[in-house]
């Protein structure tokens, strides 16, 4: 079997290397064609704190994509999914599968274009970054959660999560849209610490004012989620139960959900997020509004408002458009719309 891997930036590339290293049949899809020709030259470099490691690997660009496929494994920004869709569905194979390797909510558009039994839901949360044609940062460990969107504990995700086991730690679960909102719904935080220029642990260090302001953004988000139906999981720097204590005012569960991000990314490479690095190197539209975006138009078919999700998409726009510069004067602000003291 060939496992086409869409997408071979940060976590579409680190993930088809390791599977090309194992001996896999791995064919690697990616619009950028100086990244697809120095892949095809030199290999594929992966560079870890340990050292760097150069596998030969196979790339195309989608154009080039033939039919038939079995298994994908889509790495594609969130905004890019419908344009990957519109290549991938055609060619998919009757019993063959898409993998969102995404952040979001990337599995219901998948559904909706290939059918949910050819769908299956993951949670990535270890991290990498692109840094240059034909090579990648591995920016740090985290989870690794697959599922069926039924819940059931088929064998095709065993013998998946198998498969992934030389990328990470694969654990199956019988929830994983419960893994993949919890990241999603949590991800609204570290998106607002791309609107300075700081680590991630700097900003959820800050103060007082900035941690609740930080924990009453994530809970917006988490209220969508759980009026849709979903039981949110813990994984890794997050932990649902802290957040809600937070917000009926336990500091001590506050101080535990900061204390989790920033040892968290103390511990990891990769300090900044991926948001950070399209706004402040790559210098491209981030997948904020598909992100957020989703959220919040979920929010308002729910009847939920998020005032401070809505400020932070709109912040995020004017950085994008040079509006606005990354500064510490844009958190202070997002503490103001939340009714902190900044």
Same mark, same amino acid.
């Given at each position: ?31 950028? $064609? @100086? ?14 704190? /340990? ?15 033939? =039919?038939?496929? $079995?298994?994908?494994? +889509? ?6 999914? *419908?344009?990957?869709?519109?290549? #991938? ?27 949910? /039994?050819?769908?299956?839901?993951? +949670? ?16 740090? /460990? ?6 069926? #969107?039924?819940?059931? #504990? =088929? ?78 999981? *813990?994984?890794? /720097?997050?932990?649902? @139960? @802290?957040?809600? $204590? ?32 399209? %706004? ?19 929010? $308002? ?11 932070? !998409?709109?912040? !995020? ?16 602000? %997002? ?8």
């Amino acid at each position: 079997m060939t496992i086409t891997v869409y997408g071979a930036g940060a976590i579409g590339g680190v993930t088809g290397a390791a599977l090309a290293k194992s001996g896999q049949d791995v064919l690697l899809v990616d619009r950028a $064609e @100086d990244h697809v020709a120095a892949m095809n030259a030199d290999g594929l470099t992966i560079d870890r704190r /340990e050292g760097s490691v150069t596998i030969p690997v196979r790339a195309i660009i989608p154009g080039a994509l033939g =039919s038939g496929l $079995e298994l994908v494994l +889509l790495a594609v920004k969130s905004q890019d999914t *419908p344009a990957a869709l519109e290549v #991938l569905a055609p060619r998919l194979a009757r019993a063959g599968a898409i993998v969102s390797l995404q952040n979001g909510l990337n599995e219901e558009l998948i559904a909706r274009a290939v059918g949910a /039994e050819r769908t299956i839901g993951c +949670l990535v949360n270890w991290a990498a970054d692109w840094t240059a044609p034909g090579r990648i940062l591995h920016g740090g /460990e985290g989870a690794l959660v697959l599922g069926e #969107l039924d819940g059931r #504990l =088929s064998d095709r995700v065993q013998q998946l999560a198998k498969l992934l086991e030389v990328v990470a730690p694969t654990q199956v679960s019988p929830n994983v849209l419960g893994y993949t909102w919890a990241k999603h719904v949590y991800g609204a935080l570290l998106v607002a610490t791309a609107v300075v220029d700081a680590h991630v642990y700097d900003v959820v260090e800050r103060s007082p004012d900035v941690q609740r302001m930080l924990a009453a953004l994530v809970v917006e988000n988490m209220n969508v989620a759980e009026a849709a139906g979903i039981r949110l999981e *813990p994984f890794d /720097e997050y932990a649902p @139960d @802290d957040y809600r $204590e937070a917000a009926r005012g336990d500091a001590a569960a506050l101080a535990r959900a900061m204390k989790s991000i920033a040892t968290h990314y103390r511990a990891a490479t990769k300090t900044k997020t991926g948001i950070w690095r399209d %706004l402040a190197v790559r210098k491209r539209k981030t997948e904020v509004g598909a992100l957020l975006g989703a959220t919040a138009a979920k929010g $308002e078919a729910l009847g939920i408002r998020l005032p401070l999700t809505e400020r932070l !998409i709109a912040m !995020i726009e004017d950085l994008e458009s040079g509006r606005r510069a990354m500064s510490w004067a844009n958190v202070d602000e %997002l503490v103001v719309a939340y009714g902190g003291r900044s």
